[in-house]
């Protein structure tokens, strides 16, 4: 089935670097949504963006809407341990509220 | 916020033998309730959508007799894996939407056939 182009697959990264991932589309979404989820959990919502070219903020993290609506990305602020987890990138079908996802970004903190 | 909770959060149990998995919604009425199943290391792949009162809609790809989906109030909806095989071990998600456009995502519940 359809699905969102999420990148990277993974991230290793160093306690209080900056972490950024992108996902792209081939068709239009109204609504993307970023979610994370963690080991053995359902996703979680972290940020849901409605306008073309909306920068949204929630804490350390900061999405933005792609101006053509086929695009966005998500970037973490001075990452902490807790920030471990699968990212997950969403497009929302408004025919029928269906979540197209992407492949999911796996974030790593070094110790 | 929105709760939605899924029983059990774990089963094993035997190759063909059917096991049901419980959604609910705790503090929210559901319009809709969808079932996922997420392999290791994948994205979640939508199995079905349900509405409260009618039949499931089921993805492409996915035997509506071996996974029996009941949504019978507003606030349960039920998966039934029957005569499961060890193929269908995986990792099973439920979430359930209001009136917007938010689901809410249950915890999961891991199957495991042997």
């Known amino acids: 089935g359809q699905q969102l182009n999420q990148s990277p697959q993974s991230m290793f990264i160093q306690e209080g670097e900056d972490v950024s991932m992108n996902c792209t589309s081939s068709s239009i979404f109204n609504t993307w949504l970023w979610y994370k989820q963690e080991p053995g959990e359902g996703p979680v919502l972290l940020i849901a963006?409605?306008?073309a070219g909306e920068l949204t903020s929630n804490g350390r993290l900061t999405a933005q809407f792609g101006i053509t609506r086929k695009d966005s990305f998500l970037n973490i602020s001075a990452s902490i341990p807790s920030d471990v987890g699968i990212y997950f990138c969403?497009?929302?079908?408004?025919?029928?509220?269906?979540?197209?996802w992407g492949a999911g970004t796996k974030l790593i903190i070094k110790p | 916020g929105a709760v939605v909770s899924q029983h059990p959060s774990r089963v094993i149990c035997k190759s063909g033998t059917s096991v049901k998995i419980e959604c609910r919604s705790l503090d929210f009425q559901a319009t809709t309730m969808f079932w996922y199943r997420q392999f290791p290391k994948q994205s979640l792949m939508l199995m079905a959508t349900s509405n409260e009162g009618s039949k499931a809609t089921y993805e492409q790809g996915v035997e509506k007799d071996k996974f029996l989906i009941n949504h019978a109030s507003l606030t349960l909806s039920t998966l039934t894996v029957t005569s499961a095989h060890p193929e269908d071990s995986s990792f099973y998600i439920c979430?359930?939407?209001?009136?917007?456009?938010?689901?809410?995502f249950g915890p999961g519940t891991r199957l495991t056939v042997t």
């Open positions: 969403a497009g929302l079908e408004d025919s029928n509220y269906q979540l197209i």
């Open positions: 963006l409605y306008k």
């Open positions: 979430s359930a939407r209001d009136q917007g456009y938010e689901q809410y």
